[in-house]
């Protein structure tokens, strides 16, 4: 395999693990939300490092004649990461823009969930580097599992907020809220898409 062909994978890679890095933080940071600005500055520049790995990956693609993969496959597996990256950030702002200083037990596993499904993606991504095709498909049947394990968390969580909850802003609030994180779930399995048909056309 050339050196940049190489490069692509381990591009991939970096962007995996910014990933996890994001996901890591934003579980940490739920536990302590004091200062909210400052919390949705600190995962803001994961955003921001994401978004400088996917322009040297498409430079890359660019100034590569021959790839591995499907050039919309290395496009699309970064940037369906990204946008993981992308709804962290969002929830981040929500925190700060409403004034939320403590998560609730909802927050916490939702963000537990979102973890989990980065920790799959991050290892799929490496054995994606490696040429292991066949070995991907546990990582995406995973995601899969995770994801709906989120929509019943969502659908749990909005039931109990309509029945216990009467202050209709906070109804508001957490309601958006808990939709980002069960978002981000979504946005996850659409990474396991990419690698299905990843997959079935290079296996």
């Known amino acids: ?6 490069q692509l994978f381990h591009l991939l890679v970096q962007i995996a693990d ?6 890591t933080f934003f579980m940490q940071g739920l536990k ?18 994401g978004d400088e790995l996917i322009g040297e990956l498409v430079t890359l693609l660019n100034a590569t004649y021959i790839t591995p993969l499907e050039r919309e496959d290395f496009l699309e597996l970064a940037i369906k990461m ?3 990256v992308d709804g962290l950030e969002a929830c981040s702002v929500r925190f700060d823009l409403y004034g939320i200083h403590e998560a609730t037990p909802v927050m916490l596993e939702f963000a537990r969930t979102i973890m989990d499904s980065v920790k799959e993606i991050e290892v799929a991504m490496q054995k994606l580097e490696a040429r292991r095709l066949l ?22 969580a909005l039931r109990a907020l309509f029945s216990q909850e009467a202050d209709v802003l906070h109804v508001i609030k957490f309601k958006e809220i808990y939709e980002i994180l069960e978002n981000i779930t979504d946005k ?3 990474v396991a898409d990419v690698l299905d048909s990843v997959i079935v056309k290079n296996a």
């Open 1 to 6: 395999m050339s050196k940049r062909n190489r």
């Open 18 to 23: 910014n990933l996890e890095a994001a996901s």
């Open 32 to 49: 302590d939300l004091s200062q909210p600005a400052d919390f949705s500055s600190a995962v803001k520049e994961y955003e921001r490092r």
């Open 82 to 84: 990204d946008d993981i």
């Open 135 to 156: 070995d991907l498909r546990e990582h995406t049947i995973r995601l899969n599992e995770l994801e709906k394990n989120a929509d019943g968390l969502l659908r749990t």
């Open 188 to 190: 996850c399995e659409d």
